[in-house]
């Protein structure tokens, strides 16, 4: 059962104020529930908004939290004036100190993404989503020349969702190899990928929770057993120390801490831009 | 050339904190350049990134500006008292007013992602991408009964983007067919779709973009002409149309603005949680 509710306002999608606000929370104790309201765009749609958080308000019988990025100050204030709610302000917080700081006045820019379509980065990150759809699991061994970082590590070790995030968050060609065990008889790397040292990056994962993750799909199968797990993670470890390819444990990290410390391992200029 | 330098410095990724300071730049006319500073996790790493942030101030001569997640008072003191840069701190920002309201005191807790992978939202995420992957561009008819919506539209028109953005911000399990000209000629939806009319949600395009899109691959194509493009989109249009399925156009749309429109029209439950 929730404690609190948590409204998240926004002429936009609001997915990155219930981001930060969800960051925010996790400082208490609470467990909210936290309910977006995107695309909150009219003074018809402020209205509907409004009844909405004061019924939440007279059936809980405690105020919600409001978090809101609205930069209209018409829609701001008739929200901060009717609504039975605590008002954050997340955007005039900190554009208004900023306005002082930079010298200028802020722009008043509603639904900054409306041509976002448009922009040569949009455009690259769509080339860059295809090129690693194409070079998931070791599909193809074409253009990785392309590839801004190829991962390598055992069959489900993290390598699809973190290659997926790379393409998706930050815009890069990211191909993925799965280490097999025909690579460990050999105790080579696959042959495709010796040119390419530069550009790999490891991923391996605690032998247990590998076997958990494989039993799901397989159970009771030789893949996912305790023993040919601890067996393909200590290969596939050796293998990328003997040739010198930095790695990282999935085992505990989430999507976005493996992403952020391949991007500071291999490429820290993606840190800045 | 740049205008402003600003930092993000996070004690996780900080990759929400750059998201949302994007998000609050937009709202000027300057064009920063921003850098981000993950896993500030220790005095010797506040120490580094305070020698980072001064060297800039020094070479451009004016003040960078530093959003902040860092949660450790002491890490956080000592960055406001010695970087020459503007400091905003997200968090304390919110946080102080937030223990008033909620009448208790926040956890200052770092790292909160630590735990993440074991959690059962976690397994559900990787459970989702899973799917979506294998249901990518309608690779296979089985299990439409665990999806939880089912995008249609013609090549090219976003379904494979949205697809994998739904799975990985959401967790869900999304499948995406094309309509292709079969489809149009027997004027009728793919016959395995039909039992789940409830789930689909179609995705239009202006042709003109179409066609832009398609060159790219397939110059001067038969697929990729302009004269074709109308005409498969006009057909898939007036199929959706008869058969009763919402759909829009994600042709000036972000991706997230996409996605967040398929929740509310299909999957308004998700937009609170």
Known sequence: MHTHTIFVISDGTGITAETFGTAIMAQFESKPRIIRVPFVDSMDKVHQAVRQINHVAEVEKRKPIIFTTLVSQEMLEFLEANCKGKLFDMFGTFVR???VELGQKSLHRVGRFADIS???EYLERMEAINYTLAHDDG?????LTGADVILVGVSRSGKTPTSLYLAMQFGLKVANYPLIPEDFDRKQLPPALVPFRAKLFGLTIDPNRLSAIRS???????????????????????????????????????????ATTILQEVLPQHLGH
Request: charged share 35%; glycine share 2%.
């Open 216 to 258: 799901e799909r397989r159970p009771d199968s030789k893949y996912a057993s305790l023993q040919n797990c601890r067996y393909e993670v200590a290969e596939a470890e050796a293998m990328m120390r003997r040739s010198g390819i930095e790695w990282l444990s999935s085992t505990t990290k989430s999507i976005e801490e493996i």
């Open 139 to 143: 599909q193809t061994n074409t253009d």
């Open 97 to 99: 100190p900023l306005e």
């Open 118 to 120: 448009e922009s040569k």
